[in-house]
């Protein structure tokens, strides 16, 4: 008689992904970010622009950020294996994609504030010295981005049908800071120039203003995508769909029950029951799902339907 072994049937629970290159890259952002962040800081202070003071602090709640994703991105490496997690640690990236939205939402409202007090007490402006130092701050943003978006192009190679849910959403957020940093350099640069060849003082808290709205817009958008995935929202109906036609397709099988969430960048989990006059062992059904992209942790409960009502469709 064959005999097995119980690690036939056991299967990993590490959905981490992976995210080596993009660690890599957030590092180096980081850094570039935090340099430019005390030079922006110290200049806005002693030059009295509040672009510039405002994208200098800006920059350091993203110093703060990337120091939260690059703690879940290694967290996650750390503990992928670890059994005191259920289904693995695929979600602490999109944990750490929600830590850093609210810290991008944390940087708008400053910004506004501090903006509408410098419109009711405005404070003299050393154009030229703050011109220089917002364009090299620019610069640094734009070098930020190229480094993720490197990355992001090269974990783009394989694109299909659900590329949406797939987005490594820690890196995401990484990617929107750099963007909002970029968005307030180059605001400041505008308000700067334009207060020194016009005297329109009043435009460069203006521009605060007008970052923090952008930047609270991109905020709730990760804050939405990030805490759906965290709270194990529902996946689009396209992969219930599939899921449910490669069952029912098959003989007299019917879905009784069915539950589809991600547990990690690219990884769908399943738990289906299934009702069936003609019951086949569960890895039979796991069989029928295997060409459905990204559906890697699969639970199927079967019974057995001993009268005809079951042949009709079960909700």
């Not at 981490?16 to 993009?22: K, L």
């Not at 949406?164 to 800071?177: E, I, P």
């Amino acid at each position: 008689m064959h005999s097995h072994n119980i690690e036939e049937w056991q299967h990993t629970h590490n959905f981490s992904g992976d995210s080596g290159h993009a660690e890599k890259s957030t590092t180096r952002v980081m850094l570039l970010t935090a340099v430019m962040m005390v030079i922006e800081i110290v200049a806005g202070s002693v030059y009295g622009s509040m672009a510039l003071l405002a994208d200098g602090w800006h920059m350091a709640t993203h110093v703060a950020a990337f120091g939260i994703t690059l703690f879940a991105y290694r967290y996650a490496r750390n503990n992928a294996d670890n059994p005191r997690f259920s289904f693995g640690t695929g979600k602490a990236g999109f944990l750490g994609g929600f830590a850093s939205a609210v810290a991008l939402a944390m940087a708008a409202l400053f910004m506004a504030l501090e903006s509408v007090m410098r419109m009711l007490e405005p404070h003299p402006i050393h154009f030229n010295e703050a011109i220089g130092v917002a364009i090299a701050g620019l610069l640094v943003n734009l070098a930020s981005g190229i480094l993720l978006h490197e990355h992001h192009e090269h974990s783009q190679e394989h694109k299909h049908q659900h590329e949406h849910q797939h987005h490594d959403h820690n890196l995401r957020s990484a990617y929107f800071h750099v963007l909002a940093d970029a968005l307030t350099s180059v605001l400041a640069i505008v308000a700067l120039v334009a207060g020194k060849y016009f005297g329109w003082i009043w435009l460069d808290p203006a521009m605060g203003l007008a970052g923090a709205a952008v930047i609270t817009r991109w905020s709730y958008g990760l804050l939405r995508d990030t805490g759906h995935i965290l709270l194990d929202g529902a996946v689009e109906e396209q992969t219930h769909s599939s899921i449910r036609q490669a069952i029912e397709r098959d003989m007299d099988d019917r879905i009784a029950d069915l539950h589809v969430w991600q547990v990690g960048p690219g990884h769908y989990s399943t738990m289906l029951s299934v009702v069936t006059h003609r019951p086949e062992a569960p890895e039979y059904y796991k069989r029928l799902l295997d060409n459905i992209p990204y559906l890697t942790h699969v639970l199927v409960e079967v019974n057995q339907c001993r009268d005809k009502s079951c042949t009709g469709h079960l909700g």
